[in-house]
């Protein structure tokens, strides 16, 4: 069964989008539940996953330095270039620049990890390097956007949300995790790390048909002002996938390394964003859809990336 799924992931994940962008559209009352769904069912996705991570091995991990100077420099240094140029294209509307801006300037720090490791790639140096990640993005941010949006828009972000993300989605999945994995004998630690690997595809399909159904009714209603914004945010992944090969190589990285390093520099942070967009005045009222338009275009991005990745990165 497992092996059946990993080979037919990407029609499953394919296929649960679709229902989802029909259920969603058909169906507008659905949105309401299934927003709600989201946080708890990520976090059991990331828990499935930090299941399956060794975590007598993450010392190792941590010492890594050059893997993580490496997605620092390429998050945080040329991301931002990246990102200020595309977001030229968009300048002349606050709303929409306030979305594209949050969404592409932070790093993703959950689902990047189960797509790296599903194509091969170190996600538990990107376990491991997550907690920097977070910290630096939420230090980052109000100057990238002071520097690319003006001050009126970092003094009407509340950061709160990004504080409640990090303990729901990554510390709380990856304490229960450590916790089995103390608990756990041999045997029973074998037979977890098998039930981790036999629910990852159906939790992964089911965390994609939550997102897509919660929210694709208001992209829908706003789609003729939000088409400006699908063109950039592809941009941005063929760019950063470009990008985070060459950064790889630089380093001369093992092919795992290479492989995270390319999902970290495309993946964007937008399920911790949305809470921070959502909470704009009115006036932004858009900036969450752009959000969402940009998590909808990266969960295609990502289908296509497990497959890509592992037939372009390569030793």
Excluded at 121 to 136: E, Y
Excluded at 245 to 264: K, T
Aim: hydrophobic fraction near 65%; aromatic fraction near 8%.
């Amino acid at each position: 069964m497992i092996q059946w799924l990993e080979r037919h992931q990407v029609a499953l994940y394919v296929g649960s989008i679709g229902l989802a962008v029909i259920a969603g559209l058909t169906v507008p009352e659905i949105a309401a539940p299934a927003e709600t769904l989201i946080n708890p069912v990520l976090a059991l996705l990331l828990y499935a996953t930090f299941l399956g991570i060794p975590f007598t091995r993450l010392g190792e991990v941590f010492r890594d330095w050059a893997f993580l100077r490496a997605t620092l420099w390429l998050n945080f240094a040329l991301v931002p270039l990246v990102v200020f140029g595309l977001s030229r294209v968009v300048a002349h509307d606050q709303a929409v620049l306030a979305g594209v801006l949050l969404v592409l300037l932070c790093p993703c720090v959950d689902y990047v990890m189960v797509f790296t490791g599903l194509a091969g790639g170190a996600h538990d140096r990107l376990l491991a390097a997550s907690p920097v990640l977070m910290l630096a993005q939420m230090l980052l941010l109000p100057v990238y956007l002071g520097l690319m949006a003006g001050s009126d828009v970092v003094s009407v972000v509340e950061f709160g949300p990004f504080f409640k993300a990090f303990i729901v989605l990554i510390v709380l999945p990856l304490g229960a995790a450590i916790l089995t994995q103390l608990a756990a004998r041999t045997r029973a630690g074998r037979m977890l790390d098998a039930a981790a690997q036999a629910a990852m595809v159906p939790l992964m399909m089911l965390t994609l048909a939550v997102v897509v159904a919660s929210q694709i009714a208001g992209v829908g209603a706003q789609l003729s002002a939000l088409l400006v914004v699908i063109p950039l945010f592809v941009a941005f992944a063929l760019i950063m996938f470009c990008l985070g090969q060459w950064v790889g190589r630089r380093g001369v990285y093992d092919v795992a390394g290479r492989r995270a390093l390319v999902f970290s520099g495309v993946t964007r942070n937008s399920l911790v964003i949305l809470p921070l967009a959502l909470a704009l005045p009115a006036a932004l009222d858009v900036a969450p859809l752009v959000v969402v338009t940009q998590t909808l275009v990266e969960l295609l991005v990502m289908v296509a990336m497990v497959r890509l990745v592992p037939a372009l990165v390569r030793a």
